[in-house]
Each structure stands twice: as structure tokens, then as C-alpha cells.
């Protein structure tokens, strides 16, 4: 029989999992919200609000979904989430949302028709904002509106405008943003995070009864993997969710998975996997840096964890105030 592995479970997020349903929940009795979720690369974002997202779905919400990309231009998020609905411009001639049309092309164009969209005499994100709230309320209905908004440390700063705005006036209506952005990028994140009106779900590293949970939930009930390889991947993991994923699926391509009460050893040749698939991401996020940053990267892989830091310049060739930045 070929190894293989069942579907990616939610594991270890208990209490966030409640905290979104409870939004959702709030969001179709009618007080609405913002919540940002936030954590490093891999930590689980993405699986928390697909979560949110089934759950919305469920109790009768209409979900729209968008992600924001690198240099992805204005509103690139919202309009990503809104065109996926409203490529018909029929809803644009209703009473309520006629004033705000010119604005709302901005998120979804042709909506403004024969008129040109023009810049308004008050503030443009007071505007827009409101127009968008007006249009999601129709989008809802009775049931309501989850907007899902993934990526956002990659969105642009009158996106997160936007969302401020949507933080402070939902408050009374059926409508749900949930974002998810990463804390380890440079991005506008203050003026979402600081807010008083964003509820801020930051996501931690997962412990070892956690990571042995997602373990056990991919692997079918007939097989497991010895003591010794879930020790290998709760050392190497440090408690992140995808690499733990990795990890497992790499182990599993390399045959440590064995039927229920075997025992596999481990060999120098597994000990030193590197699944493709984690290999490809840190590829990628190393592809994003400048050339002076990855040089400090490479120093302090060589130099190890617990080095002081005033020898990376040294190993680096580079200024203190190069390596600091």
C-alpha cells in the first residue's frame, strides 16, 4: 500500500476558532466588526479564516474573498473579494447605492457608467467607505456579509484606509471583515492593530501536544510514525504549523511511515530532509530580500542561534548600522 496522508485538519486553534465563530455569529444578529488575524509565516492564517469562511457559509452568510499580492495597486484586495460578485452592474442602479457609484469604481469598474469617476469635495475614503458599507449591505441581506481579506501586509495603505473606516461604521450592520496578514513583513499594521475598533487575534507557535494532535490528524487510523521521527519533526518544526506539514509529508515520500506497531529507525539520509516545499518558501522569501539583508541571514545561519550579535558585521562584511537596519 502507498503512504499517504488525509487531509489537512485545524488543530491546536481552539480558541480563536471560537472567537471568529462568535463574530460571525454577532455579524448575523446584526453588530458587525473587524478582525485581524495576525502571526508569522506558516503559523496557520490562512487554514483559521477558510475556517471562519465554511463557518459563515454555513449559517447562511454571503462570504466574498480576496488577497492582496506584492505591488498589487490600490484596493487590490477589496476589488479581488468584490468582482468575484458583482461583475453585473445591475445593483449599481439602486436608490441606495446610485450617489456612491462613481466612488465605488474605484472597487469595481464600469460601475460608474457614462460618468467619469470623479475626485469628491470630501475626504475620499469617508466616501467610498460609505458606499462600501451601503453596497455589502445589500450584498448580505437579511443573513449578512463576511468579507475575508487575505495577505494583508502586501495591501496597499488605501486599502487598510478602508478597512479602518469599515472598523468604526459596521458596528450596527451584518457585515464581518477578516483579515489575515503576517508580522514578521514591514507593512502599515499599526493602524489596524492599534485600533480600537479591530479585534487583533495574534496566532503563537504551536507546543508538542500540538503538534503531535496535527500529526496524528493527517496520518490514517492503520498507520503512525515512530517515536523517533515525530521527535525529529517536533525538534525541527519549532512549533510552526506548515513546517510541521512539510516535514511530515517529506518523511512520509521517504517511507518513515510504517503500519501501527512497527518501529523505523532513523538514517543520516532522513535526518537531514528538506521537504521541496519548504525549501521553495524559504527560497522565495530570501528572493525578497536586498543583497545586504540576505548577506545577514547567511552570517547568522553559519554563526548559529546564541551568537552575540556584533559578530555578524565581522561575518558579514558589512557596518553595524547595515547589520541593525
Request: aromatic letters at 4%; proline letters at 4%.
Amino acid at each position: 500500500m502507498t503512504a499517504a496522508l488525509g487531509p489537512s485538519a485545524l488543530v491546536g486553534r481552539e480558541i480563536e476558532v471560537a472567537v471568529l465563530r462568535r463574530a460571525v455569529d454577532e455579524a448575523r444578529a446584526g453588530t458587525g466588526g473587524v478582525v485581524l488575524v495576525t502571526g508569522e509565516a506558516g503559523i496557520g492564517k490562512s487554514r483559521l479564516v477558510r475556517e471562519a469562511a465554511l463557518y459563515a457559509r454555513e449559517a447562511g452568510l454571503t462570504v466574498l474573498s480576496g488577497r492582496a499580492v506584492p505591488q498589487g495597486g490600490a484596493y487590490r484586495p477589496l476589488v479581488d473579494a468584490l468582482l468575484g460578485q458583482l461583475r453585473d452592474a445591475t445593483m449599481s442602479e439602486s436608490p441606495e447605492l446610485r450617489p456612491f457609484r462613481s466612488a465605488l469604481s474605484r472597487l469595481i469598474p464600469g460601475w460608474s457608467g457614462s460618468e467619469a469617476a470623479t475626485e469628491p469635495a470630501v475626504d475620499s475614503v469617508v466616501v467610498l467607505g460609505e458606499g462600501l458599507v451601503r453596497l455589502l449591505r445589500r450584498v448580505g441581506g437579511d443573513a449578512g456579509c463576511l468579507v475575508v481579506l487575505d495577505d494583508l501586509h502586501w495591501a496597499d495603505a488605501d486599502s487598510l484606509a478602508l478597512l479602518e473606516f469599515l472598523a468604526g461604521a459596521v458596528g450596527t450592520s451584518r457585515i464581518l471583515a477578516v483579515g489575515a496578514a503576517r508580522t514578521d513583513e514591514r507593512w502599515h499594521r499599526d493602524r489596524l492593530m492599534l485600533n480600537e475598533n479591530v479585534l487583533a487575534l495574534a496566532l503563537d507557535r504551536f507546543g508538542r501536544d500540538d503538534i503531535v494532535g496535527l500529526i496524528s490528524s493527517r496520518l490514517r487510523q492503520e498507520e503512525s510514525l515512530s517515536p523517533g521521527f515525530e521527535e525529529l519533526i517536533v525538534a525541527r518544526s519549532e512549533g510552526v504549523p506548515l513546517v510541521v506539514e512539510e516535514l511530515l509529508a517529506g518523511l512520509v515520500e521517504s517511507g518513515a511511515l510504517t503500519p501501527v506497531g512497527s518501529v523505523q529507525h532513523l538514517t543520516a539520509e532522513s535526518g537531514r530532509l528538506v521537504p521541496a516545499g519548504l525549501a521553495a518558501l524559504v527560497a522565495r522569501r530570501l528572493g525578497s530580500l536586498t543583497e545586504d539583508q540576505r548577506k545577514v541571514v547567511h552570517a547568522a545561519a553559519v554563526l548559529g542561534r546564541e551568537v552575540d550579535w556584533a559578530l555578524l558585521p565581522l561575518v558579514a562584511a558589512l557596518d553595524e548600522d547595515s547589520v541593525l537596519e
